[in-house]
């Protein structure tokens, strides 16, 4: 059972806008900043999103985060093949003292 | 450029503990949270601890006290033990490095240890 919930998988064809949920509470989302990464098998996760909706330099800007009280959403926009993945939240949590992942959500280019 | 590289058997039994060893190059370790991330098969990632300023460690309850994470900063390497291993331990083991808001901006390219009976 995650800290942090997510939807398990989220799809949408070429083009569409995808949006990927994660829940908290008052003891993480709701106190810190959140941050999400992209996963392919087989590689490192990769940074998408720091700091609730700030890009690294390299990802693309049809990639945009948001925090609202304690939920966070990442969008997709202009989805494309290579958007295949699976895409986790992480935020800071007062009560593990550390690091709360999200359960993960694969995202399917139909 | 920070590289980390994890090292360590990818193969172990029930019941003994595993050793894995993050060797970083690029950074003196002097500040940011060494981490420890697993992902079991099929499942998703979960932060099993980190050490800071060489010394502070912290521990995710999950593991009900059974991983340790020390760092050898002269030596630019940091190390996670778990005992008392079982097959819920198999998992894609990566070493990483981040701030303490969840921010992990390098990670290794992750060790996949499995657990024998």
């Known amino acids: 059972q995650s800290v942090l919930t997510q939807p398990p998988s989220a799809s949408g064809t070429p083009g569409q806008r995808v949006t990927i949920s994660c829940s908290g509470s008052s003891s993480n989302i709701g106190s810190h900043t959140v941050n999400w990464y992209q996963h392919l098998p087989g590689t490192a996760p990769k940074l998408l999103i720091y700091?609730?909706?700030h890009r690294p330099s390299g990802v693309p800007d049809r990639l945009s985060g948001s925090k609202s009280g304690t939920s966070a959403s990442l969008a997709i926009s202009r989805l494309q093949s290579e958007d295949e993945a699976d895409y986790y939240c992480v935020t800071w949590d007062d009560s593990l003292n550390g690091w709360a992942f999200g359960g993960g959500t694969k995202v399917t280019v139909l | 450029q920070v590289q980390l590289q994890e090292s360590g058997p990818g193969l172990v039994k029930a019941s003994e503990t595993l050793s894995l060893t993050c060797t970083v190059s690029?950074?003196?370790?002097?500040?940011?949270?060494w981490s420890w991330i697993r992902q079991p098969p099929g499942k998703g990632l979960e932060w099993i601890g980190h050490?800071?300023?060489?010394?502070?460690?912290f521990y995710n309850p999950s593991l009900k006290s059974r991983a340790t994470i020390s760092a050898d900063t002269s030596r630019n390497v940091f190390s996670l033990r778990v005992i008392s291993l079982t097959a819920a331990d198999t998992a894609v083991y990566y070493c990483a490095r981040g701030i303490y808001d969840g921010q992990i901006d390098y990670w290794g390219q992750g060790r996949l240890v499995t657990v024998s009976s």
């Open positions: 690029g950074d003196s370790m002097s500040s940011f949270y």
């Open positions: 700091s609730n909706s």
């Open positions: 050490i800071y300023y060489g010394v502070n460690t």
